[in-house]
């Protein structure tokens, strides 16, 4: 590994997105991860390439919420009471975050990001000779409450305001749009111009393999810690030996924080625990991505069946799953649809990489000039993976990113 050379940690859909624009920039890229890509925490989302996905998590009204969900380990969000001391520093943070100035200015700054999110996947996509598996068919959000629908108004109008197309639907035309659905909602939100996967874990590899095909290097090895020098990390220490550093990227979502610490650069990072379910047979076939609001969950058609997705758990990177949360799922399943089977249902637990103001980390190091970061991008790592891909590769080559990057900064909370 040496000069002109960038090693990327990190082998899921923004690791490998990372990669590719890269390596269309002219620099040779070796990519290390110990599970092969695509296999982990890419594989297992809702599949959603949404846009119009601007508003953070602390103005959605979720801080609200969570004394309720607390009392409930299957609820929307659930936290282990073991883990609550050490989780508690970022759940202070995300509180203060929700304040109505910062979530004004964190939307901002997801919208600039998530402006051209459908193109950049497309992009890649037919680089690595798999449009196919990008679709444009919109998103559906849905309401079974007059109450939930009143308190997301400024999120839609959040949307609006940046030009994102909202429809506000009744429970006819909801019918229309979806006659899966039970008819138990009394709002939803339509919005067309957004897109999706039919596999995510299919378009992370067919990414990978395109990496491959234009020279990229992958290391199956697990990674330990690095050694530094006077002008930053030198080498790098993995269960398969140690190798040498030029130019580094952390894109190990999750994980992220643990290595960036070692650099001396730590960062809040929790993980949002997630399930799936994916149905092999349901019966029939959603049209989009659907979301329902008071559950906290998705449903995709895919490849593979119709995928429920979604909940989220805080209980670190280490404690066993907590099954009980997928099979809340199919309950959910058999409420929300008029007639769906269940049967043979294959479960999933994968962990999201959480900031407190849920917006991901692009930056250089403000400590290492060769060392930069690519992580934290929450529910919306395949939404913000390609178009972060670009970024990074900007900032390597050292030329004018084509949005404010300052917003995700590595030392913002610092």
Request: net charge neutral; proline share 6%; charged share 20%.
């Amino acid at each position: 590994m040496t000069e002109g050379h960038v090693t990327i940690i990190g082998a899921g859909i923004v690791g490998v997105s990372c990669a590719l624009h890269l390596l269309k920039d002219g620099w040779r890229v070796s990519l290390i991860d110990e599970h092969p890509a695509g296999t982990q925490t890419s594989y297992g989302n809702a599949g959603a390439i949404s846009p119009q996905s601007i508003n953070p998590m602390s103005g959605s009204g979720i801080i609200k919420q969570i004394p309720k969900w607390l009392l409930d380990p299957l609820g929307p969000l659930a936290i282990r009471w073991s883990y609550l001391p050490k989780a508690m520093p970022w759940f202070m943070q995300f509180i203060r975050d929700g304040a109505a100035t910062r979530v004004a200015s964190q939307s901002e700054a997801l919208a600039a990001l998530h402006r051209n999110v459908i193109e950049g996947h497309e992009e890649l996509a037919e680089l690595a000779n798999v449009k196919h598996l990008i679709k444009r068919q919109g998103w559906l959000s849905l309401y079974e409450t007059d109450a939930a629908f009143k308190a997301d108004a400024a999120a839609r109008a959040r949307m609006q305001s940046h030009g994102h197309e909202i429809h506000e639907l009744n429970p006819d035309e909801i019918s229309q749009l979806e006659p899966g659905l039970a008819p138990i909602f009394k709002h939803a939100t339509w919005a067309p111009n957004s897109g999706h996967t039919v596999n995510p874990g299919a378009l992370t590899e067919a990414y990978a393999k395109q990496a491959s095909r234009m020279g990229c290097e992958f290391v199956n090895c697990k990674v330990l810690g690095f050694e530094i020098g006077p002008e930053g990390p030198t080498k790098i220490r993995t269960s398969a030996g140690e190798f040498k550093l030029d130019r580094l990227v952390i894109a190990a979502g999750a994980w992220s924080s643990q290595l960036s610490k070692q650099l001396g650069e730590p960062f809040p990072l929790e993980s949002e625990r997630g399930y799936h379910m994916m149905l092999p047979s349901p019966g029939f076939t959603t049209r989009r991505p659907v979301s329902f609001n008071e559950r906290k969950f998705m449903t995709t058609t895919m490849e593979e069946g119709l995928r429920l997705a979604g909940t989220v758990e805080f209980a670190g990177l280490e404690a066993p799953p907590n099954w009980g949360r997928a099979i809340k799922l199919l309950e959910h399943a058999k409420t929300v649809f008029r007639d769906v089977d269940v049967s043979d249902a294959k479960r999933w637990m994968g962990q999201r990489p959480a900031t407190p103001d849920s917006l991901p980390v692009i930056s250089s190091s403000k400590v290492h000039e060769k060392v930069f970061y690519a992580f934290g991008h929450g529910h919306l790592g395949l939404t913000g993976s390609a178009v972060t891909g670009a970024h990074i590769a900007s900032l390597v080559s050292r030329r004018n990113a084509t949005i404010d990057l300052q917003p995700f900064r590595i030392d913002r909370y610092r």
